[in-house]
Each structure stands twice: as C-alpha cells, then as structure tokens.
C-alpha cells in the first residue's frame, strides 16, 4: 500500500539504506521487533505479591489481638480503640 508521499505505509522490517559514498555499497537495514510484556507483566506481579505480604503483617500487627496483649482494653472499647 503506498500512502500520497510515495512510501510504503506498512512497517517494514528490512529496507535498502542508500550509502551518501558512491564507492561503497548500499546496505540493509533490519528492524527487530520485540515486547517486553512478559517481563513487565512479571515485575508486576512481584511487586503486587510484595504489597500484599506487606500488607498482611501489617494486618497481623494491628489486629484486636496483637493490640489486646498491650492495651488494657476489652470488647467494644477494644474494637472501637482499633478502628482509631
């Protein structure tokens, strides 16, 4: 398909690349084309997997039972005092 400029509109994974020498010969030009979706997608989950573990301790810190062993408080007072 060409486009109203003359060139090719589709992307082009190799093409002729004139050299401004007229003693050498032209060359090719390649275009590697790579994602990098998977490791993207794999850090991600990692840090999604460390927020959550974080997260979980910090549950586990601040739960009515951890904070029972320290403040003399029970039932209601307790579960108010937590929500704080």
Request: charged share 25%.
């Given at each position: 398909?060409?486009?109203?400029?003359g060139?090719?509109?589709?992307?082009?994974?190799a093409?002729?690349?004139?050299?401004?020498?007229?003693?050498?010969?032209?060359?090719?030009?390649?275009?590697?084309?790579?994602?990098?979706?998977?490791?993207?997608?794999?850090m991600?989950?990692?840090?999604?997997?460390?927020?959550?573990?974080?997260t979980t301790?910090?549950?586990?810190a601040?739960?009515?039972?951890?904070?029972?062993?320290?403040?003399?408080?029970?039932g209601?007072?307790?579960?108010?005092?937590?929500?704080?």
């Open positions: 398909m060409i486009n109203c400029k060139t090719s509109s589709i992307n082009q994974s093409f002729k690349q004139p050299i401004a020498d007229p003693n050498t010969e032209d060359s090719v030009n390649l275009r590697l084309w790579w994602s990098k979706k998977s490791e993207k997608d794999a991600k989950q990692q840090r999604l997997a460390k927020k959550v573990k974080i301790q910090i549950q586990h601040f739960s009515k039972e951890a904070i029972g062993k320290y403040v003399p408080l029970n209601q007072k307790l579960h108010c005092f937590v929500l704080r």
